[in-house]
């Protein structure tokens, strides 16, 4: 099978060497592509209450403003995760993010592994993480990723970035906020030349996300993790060309999972069947768009 994901989370407890192997085997995906860990410590598992809460606000305007307020509280001003939001996590812990992502610990872990590629994940708002951008010129990285939520980032901050680095050739990975689609919109057209990567199905932007990669060419949209609801990957199946979606996981986190707790790539693809979308077909999209980098 001609399969790849496109998101995958290196972690030093649900992802390690050995898991990935695994995965690699059971997904029968040919290629990966994995981002350097987003917390302190393992992410932890949300349950179901998290879920349903999440997906019954998206589904409704006033559902999506009550969502807006409440991501903006969900961590302190040192990126720590509130202690009433850990309530709603498996295993309640401390839960800190990543100021500057750890692109050269996963190079150096996975270095000239043929069916591993790495997002350089860049926090602009950040001088170290910013000179990280050179790794671009390593082989094993496949492009640039921003996530816009988790580093408090402002259109703006990746437009400064970008126009710093007109160089760049790679794929543009890009999570988004709560942000002003039109300026996503001018963003892209802006460069162009580059392929846009939405993660997430647009999340938290779905429902106005659809419209900029159904419009622009050199825009894609994944369906990574359960933050949309099955409403939505059933809107984005009838909605968007089939061949500008896909496949992605978030592995290992925030998806169904087998008995005894072992990830299940049939659970997740039936998920995906099951509200329109063609697995095979987007399996291989994003094959496609990995191995051409090849």
């Known amino acids: ?171 543009i990975y890009l999570i988004l906020d709560w942000i002003e689609i039109k300026e996503l919109e001018c963003l892209i057209r802006e460069f162009n030349n580059l392929i846009w990567i939405i993660g997430y199905g647009g999340f938290p932007l779905t429902v106005k996300s659809l419209g900029v990669v159904g419009k622009l060419e050199n825009v894609y949209i994944d369906i990574a993790s359960f933050h949309i609801s099955r409403k939505w990957v059933n809107k984005i199946s009838k909605e968007i060309n089939n061949r500008k979606i896909l496949y992605s996981t978030d592995f290992p986190y925030n998806f169904d999972w087998g008995k005894g707790g072992k990830f299940s790539t049939k659970l997740f693809d039936k998920r995906l069947r099951l509200n329109g979308i063609n697995v095979a077909a987007i399996r291989e999209n994003s094959f496609n768009l990995v191995n051409n980098d090849q």
């Open 1 to 171: 099978m001609n399969s790849a994901d496109l998101h995958v989370y290196y972690d030093d407890i649900k992802s390690t060497k050995e898991i990935l192997k695994s995965y690699l085997l059971e997904s029968q995906n040919k290629f990966i592509v994995l981002s350097p860990p987003c917390t302190s410590v393992t992410e932890p598992k949300k349950n179901r209450v998290a879920y349903y809460i999440q997906h019954t606000l998206s589904n409704f305007k006033a559902g999506r403003i009550i969502q807006k307020l409440l991501s903006k509280s969900f961590y302190n001003k040192n990126g720590e995760l509130k202690l009433v939001f850990r309530l709603f996590s498996k295993k309640f812990g401390k839960l800190e993010k990543i100021d500057c992502p750890a692109n050269h610990e996963l190079l150096e872990k996975f270095c000239k592994n043929e069916q591993i590629k790495l997002w350089c994940w860049i926090n602009p708002k950040n001088e170290q993480s910013r000179n990280d951008l050179y790794l671009l010129n390593h082989g094993d990285f496949y492009g640039v990723k921003f996530h816009m939520f988790w580093h408090n980032l402002a259109i703006e901050d990746i437009r400064n970035f970008l126009s710093d680095h007109i160089d760049i050739k790679k794929p």
